[in-house]
């Protein structure tokens, strides 16, 4: 396991294996942060690459250019309260975010999860059981991730050498993307020299219309 604590401070570093499951945990008490690494790497069995943000500042500096499988927030750090901690970190909308809190309010949980959180958990009901939950799903985030880059890398890697012309359209006949060898048919330098481009004018005039309305309905 790799634990990194805020910015700032001496890190503490462990070997952390290939392919370990990456989690934030962004959290200004030292001492629960600790102990909240301490619990997930006997969760995971030590399979973890834990970093640690006390500030939303140091969060955002950590999410930059880098990838996590899960975040693990609290709602207060000192740059930051309450829900707006959360909006903050949730705004790209493709991120695991667990909500870690001493709040008890009623309708906190429905509020986290409206704004994008996968769930809110009570720092005093904090047990292994959850945290080996929670792993678990980092692990399958991380997996379904890692699945979905290498099928789009895979398609885009056909797509490209596909000798035929491959275009994406939109409704209105307007290109959005072509493979190199549609580029060349049009004798364009580029894609971005004819993105957005009507490409209905390339079309002889007899199937024109035909293909209008065979792009609307796809």
């Known amino acids: 396991m790799k634990i990194e604590p805020p910015i700032g401070e001496s890190p503490i570093r462990h070997a952390a294996p290939p392919g370990a499951v990456r989690i934030l945990l962004v959290e200004d008490d030292l001492d629960f942060a600790g102990l909240v690494c301490d619990s997930l790497a006997?969760?995971?069995?030590?399979?973890l690459a834990i970093e640690h943000a006390g500030t939303i500042a140091e969060a955002l500096e950590r999410l930059e250019g880098r990838s996590f499988d899960l975040i693990l927030t609290d709602l207060n750090v000192p740059d930051s309260k309450?829900?707006?901690?959360?909006?903050?970190?949730?705004?790209?909308?493709?991120?695991?975010?667990?909500?870690?809190?001493?709040?008890?309010?009623?309708?906190?949980?429905?509020?986290?999860?409206?704004?994008?959180?996968?769930?809110?958990?009570?720092?005093?009901?904090?047990?292994?059981?959850?945290?080996?939950?929670?792993?678990?799903?980092?692990?399958?985030?991380?997996?379904?991730?890692?699945?979905?880059?290498?099928?789009?890398?895979?398609?885009?890697?056909?797509?490209?050498?596909?000798?035929?012309c491959v275009k994406l359209l939109d409704a209105d006949g307007h290109l959005i993307e072509m493979n190199p060898a549609g580029l060349r048919m049009i004798e364009a330098e580029s894609l971005t020299a004819v993105r957005g481009r009507c490409l209905l004018d390339l079309v002889t005039e007899a199937h024109r219309e035909p293909f209008a309305a065979l792009t609307r309905r796809a």
Do not use: F, N, W
């Not at 006997?42 to 399979?47: D, I, K, P, Q």
């Not at 901690?85 to 949980?109: H, N, Q, S």
């Not at 720092?123 to 692990?139: I, M, Q, T």
């Open 42 to 47: 006997r969760a995971s069995g030590g399979e």
């Open 82 to 164: 309450g829900l707006d901690t959360l909006a903050t970190l949730a705004a790209p909308g493709d991120r695991l975010i667990c909500v870690l809190t001493g709040e008890d309010d009623a309708g906190l949980r429905e509020a986290a999860i409206a704004l994008g959180a996968y769930d809110l958990l009570g720092k005093d009901d904090l047990h292994p059981a959850e945290l080996d939950r929670l792993v678990r799903l980092a692990v399958m985030q991380a997996r379904t991730t890692g699945s979905v880059r290498r099928s789009e890398a895979r398609l885009r890697a056909i797509v490209e050498a596909e000798p035929e």
